[in-house]
C-alpha cells in the first residue's frame, strides 16, 4: 500500500512558479513510477508528467513541455513538480500518483495509488 499526500498548490500570479510535492508512505515508493494528473473544473482529469522508479525517464504533456519539471527523491519518498512560466490554463486540482508496470502513462486507469489533491490557481 502506498499514501500519497500533495502539498505546495496555492495562489499565484501569471507567469509565477510554485513547487508542488506528493510524499508517500511505503517501503516500496522507490519501485512505483509517480505521476501528475491535474483537473479543472468541468473538466477531465489530465495527465501532466510521470517519472520512472529510477528518475531517469520522464513524460511530459505537450500543455508543459518546457515549463514543468517532475523529479523524485528516492530517499525522501517525495516527488516534486516544479511549475514555471504559469497561466490561467493551468489552473486546476493537482494529483499525484503510483503505479506499477505502467504501459501508457497519461492513462489514469493505469495508476493504482492517488493522492487527495492539491488546489493550484493562477491570477491573470
Known amino acids: 500500500q502506498v499514501r500519497l499526500v500533495e502539498s505546495g498548490g496555492g495562489l499565484v500570479q501569471a507567469g509565477g512558479s510554485l513547487r508542488l510535492s506528493c510524499a508517500a508512505s511505503?517501503?516500496?515508493?522507490?519501485?512505483?513510477?509517480m505521476g501528475w494528473f491535474r483537473q479543472a473544473p468541468g473538466k477531465e482529469r489530465e495527465f501532466v508528467a510521470a517519472i520512472k522508479w529510477s528518475g531517469g525517464s520522464t513524460y511530459y504533456a505537450d500543455s508543459v513541455k518546457g515549463r514543468f519539471t517532475i523529479s523524485r527523491d528516492n530517499v525522501k519518498n517525495t516527488a516534486y513538480l516544479q511549475m514555471n512560466t504559469l497561466n490561467a490554463e493551468d489552473t486546476a486540482v493537482y494529483y499525484c500518483?503510483?503505479?506499477?508496470?505502467?504501459?501508457?502513462?497519461?492513462?489514469?486507469?493505469?495508476?493504482?495509488?492517488w493522492g487527495q489533491g492539491t488546489q493550484v490557481t493562477v491570477s491573470s
Open positions: 500518483a503510483a503505479g506499477y508496470g505502467i504501459k501508457w502513462y497519461p492513462r489514469n486507469s493505469e495508476y493504482d495509488y
Open positions: 511505503g517501503r516500496t515508493f522507490s519501485t512505483y513510477t
